[in-house]
């Protein structure tokens, strides 16, 4: 089996040959890409026997037999999240999404098992600022926190792009930011700047034709993005002007090429049932507004008998961890601690966290079960490579004495044993020891030298480079007549290992 794969516009062909005994069907494959082609236009147009499909395209098969404690390297390359969350609108029966506020609450929603999440614009308001959701959190802080989010988990995230944050421009740019940030879906309403937080008052909206805008400006994006992004048409007219103004509005949204249809703060089941007699093929978002919004609250099944496909549930995480903190602040502020029952155990919190999973993942990077060789040229990393080919290694190996090859020593030329009349005179006879523990803590180097070899030696040690040690001596001299006995250096170098001299 054999492919070739051509890269215009270079004339070049590179061919790989897979040996006959590899253990898949003969066949013959040849790809043409533009180095900067669209990834949708790079798509092969004819089945390929698994699992070759797309790993063939990076590399060869998966060789994955640990599962990363960070899930975005975890998952399939190809299961893009606007792909995963189209399958799932496409799924029948109805779907919930609680929303998530952070990275740690994502994965809380995943742990559970639901199938997607949405951030919250209150929730994040009231987490990252501390303010209500009035339009004062940026563009800019919800893509960050967004990335965080995604990064964090493996199922598709819908996020918040309120109003997009200015005109038709603006949220071209709001859209392929929340793509980068791996957003699998975007929420996008019709209010003015700055806007209101749904189901509370002073709510008002743009014109229809601004409105309509803003879906295809949206669509445009997510067409220059090569994206797949599921675009959330919300209107908040239903408060704002009336029930026949947000029906007229969700038809144009469907019009427009919107994927999903969001009428805010619906009043009745009646005006629940009217949004989903629009477009009837095309799926509708309820929003189950806990502790007392004006759309009455209805189970699951309800919903799905009404007509809606997904539903969102935006306030319960936020409000639970604002009650359960409060809570135990009382508890703390008493003089005690929370009960056990309100809290997770440490170890319980730690596999949340994925500790295990990263001391698992960590220890495919230990360099500590290396062989011998290995180890020995690691240890030696402050030494001189001999050019000899005698054993020192072996002898060093044995003896825990590091051999040094030093070079010119600096005091010769500048002191003189026999100048007594100098304070300066024993410098550079007196004895250093230089010590160097790695980070890990493991001894790297501990010798005693003469201190006239320190000129050499601090062309040898990285983390020495500019420390004039010799200098440091003089000055020690000039105070008390002679260098006292004691540490004269200790600091930690860049590369993380502490390095000490001492005067003997």
């Not at 009650?323 to 009382?330: F, H, P, Y």
């Amino acid at each position: 089996m054999s492919f070739s794969l051509f890269m215009t516009p270079l004339t070049t062909t590179t061919t790989t040959t897979i040996p006959p005994t590899t253990p898949f069907p003969s066949a013959t494959l040849s790809l043409h890409a533009h180095p900067f082609a669209n990834s949708k236009s790079q798509r092969l147009a004819v089945p390929f026997p698994s699992p070759w499909n797309y790993p063939l395209l990076k590399g060869g098969p998966p060789r994955r037999t640990h599962q990363s404690c960070f899930p975005k390297a975890a998952a399939a390359a190809d299961d893009h999240p606007a792909k995963a969350l189209r399958k799932i609108l496409e799924s029948p029966g109805i779907h919930q999404g609680p929303a998530c506020f952070d990275a740690l609450s994502a994965k809380l929603v995943e742990r559970a098992g639901f199938q997607f999440t949405f951030m919250s614009g209150f929730s994040v308001s009231a987490a990252r600022l501390g303010l209500p959701d009035v339009g004062l959190v940026s563009y800019g802080e919800m893509v960050d926190q967004g990335y965080q989010i995604t990064q964090a988990v493996s199922i598709p995230v819908i996020g918040d792009g309120d109003n997009g944050y200015g005109n038709a421009l603006n949220i071209k740019r709001t859209v392929k930011g929340f793509i980068k940030a791996g957003f699998a879906g975007i929420i996008l309403e019709d209010q003015v700047s700055p806007k209101a937080c749904g189901h509370t008052r002073g709510r008002k909206v743009v014109s229809r034709e601004e409105a309509v805008m803003r879906i295809k400006a949206a669509i445009d994006a997510r067409k220059e993005s090569g994206s797949d992004i599921v675009i959330i048409a919300r209107t908040d007219s239903r408060q704002a002007v009336s029930l026949e103004e947000s029906l007229w509005r969700s038809r144009a949204f469907a019009d427009a090429g919107a994927d999903v249809l969001f009428i805010d703060a619906l009043a009745s089941r009646e005006e629940m049932k009217a949004l989903c007699n629009v477009f009837p093929l095309l799926p509708k978002m309820a929003n189950m507004l806990e502790g007392g919004g004006k759309t009455p609250i209805m189970n699951p099944i309800e919903l799905e008998e009404v007509g809606f496909k997904i539903v969102s549930y935006p306030l319960s995480l936020i409000g639970v961890s604002i009650r359960a903190m409060e809570d135990a602040l009382a508890a703390i502020k008493g003089g005690r601690v929370p009960p056990p029952g309100s809290l997770p155990s440490f170890e319980e919190m730690n596999n949340t966290l994925g500790f295990n999973d990263y001391y698992e993942e960590e220890k495919r990077y230990s360099i500590h079960a290396a062989p011998a060789s290995a180890a020995r040229a690691s240890s030696n990393t402050y030494l001189p490579k001999s050019s000899s080919g005698d054993t020192s290694g072996q002898r060093m190996e044995s003896s825990r004495e590091p051999v040094i090859e030093v070079l010119t020593p600096y005091g010769y030329e500048n002191f003189k044993s026999d100048d007594s009349g100098n304070g300066l005179s024993g410098i550079w006879s007196r004895t250093l020891r230089l010590k160097i523990t790695g980070r890990d803590g493991h001894e790297k180097l501990d010798v005693r030298i003469p201190a006239g070899f320190l000129e050499g030696m601090t062309n040898i040690i990285p983390g020495l480079g500019g420390i004039n040690i010799i200098e440091m001596l003089e000055e020690r001299a000039k105070e008390v007549g002679s260098p006292e006995r004691g540490k004269l250096l200790d600091f930690t170098s860049q590369m993380g290992d502490k390095i000490q001299v001492f005067v003997e």
